[in-house]
């Protein structure tokens, strides 16, 4: 089933039979769904606390404003294959989250809490940027499919006997560890987590859902999709 659902939902990714800005592949279609089921949950608390007294009628509207903008974030993110975008998008999702813990957060040390979260995961963002560039060095240009198929060509027997396929590829090496360590930054993996204890404690127990459901999901969706399967290519080749 998810095989049949892949191959119908992956051909939106074509358009006159080149890749286009956007593939829809199974992973990403039950991300969007949970994303879907998760802000709606969220959306019901939050009118639940206004009901309550809990939250004004302009914060109320603030907050559907930043889950608002989060789901568009989220869809765009899960379904683009260019890497601009997904740059571009992937630091977007970080401010509706940011503003939540700074305006709503119950705790003194929220300005803490989200300084550390600024600058733990921008510094995640330059080691993504930094991958992105040092892949678009070799393959000139930033759709996901054409890394995969220049990655493929790289790993050649014949071709890795020339000096300059030889740098690519340990280029290309760099560029998935870049990946790999900016990821890690934003899933979070150990010893690169001590933002994430701030941030739950701090963040109202919307953004704490947020955080724990969805934001930490796009760090292992993008390690899954792009600094996964770039070394599997890297490793399998043609």
């Known amino acids: 089933?998810?095989?049949?659902?892949?191959?119908?939902?992956g051909k939106v990714g074509y358009a006159f039979g080149e890749p286009a800005l956007f593939h829809v592949t199974i992973l990403g279609v039950w991300l969007i769904m949970l994303s879907s089921c998760i802000l709606f949950l969220v959306k019901l608390y939050s009118f639940n606390r206004y009901?309550?007294?809990?939250?004004?009628?302009?914060q109320l509207w603030q907050c559907f404003s930043f889950y608002l903008l989060l789901e568009i974030f989220l869809m765009i993110l899960f379904t683009t294959t260019h890497f601009v975008v997904f740059f571009i998008v992937l630091e977007l999702t970080l401010f509706p989250l940011l503003f939540l813990v700074l305006l709503f957060g119950t705790q003194a040390r929220r300005i803490y809490a989200t300084f550390l979260l600024f600058s733990y995961t921008y510094v995640g963002s330059f080691f993504v940027l930094l991958g992105i560039l040092l892949g678009y060095y070799v393959?000139?240009?930033?759709?996901?499919?054409?890394?995969?198929?220049?990655?493929?060509?790289?790993v050649d027997k014949d071709a890795l006997s020339l000096p300059l396929a030889t740098s690519h590829y340990r280029l290309m090496g760099c560029s998935c560890f870049c990946l790999l360590l900016g990821f890690g930054l934003?899933?979070?993996?150990?010893?690169?987590?001590?933002?994430?204890?701030?941030?739950?404690?701090?963040?109202?127990?919307?953004?704490?859902v947020i955080l724990a459901s969805l934001l930490l999901k796009i760090g292992g969706f993008n390690m899954s999709e792009i600094a996964y399967r770039t070394p599997r290519a890297l490793a399998r080749g043609k």
Do not use: Q, Y
Not at 190 to 204: D, F, G, Q, Y
């Open 1 to 9: 089933v998810n095989g049949r659902l892949e191959h119908a939902v």
């Open 51 to 58: 009901r309550r007294g809990m939250l004004s009628l302009l």
């Open 139 to 154: 393959v000139k240009s930033f759709n996901f499919h054409a890394w995969i198929a220049v990655i493929c060509d790289l």
């Open 186 to 208: 934003k899933l979070p993996i150990v010893p690169l987590h001590t933002w994430l204890v701030e941030a739950h404690v701090e963040a109202p127990t919307e953004g704490s």
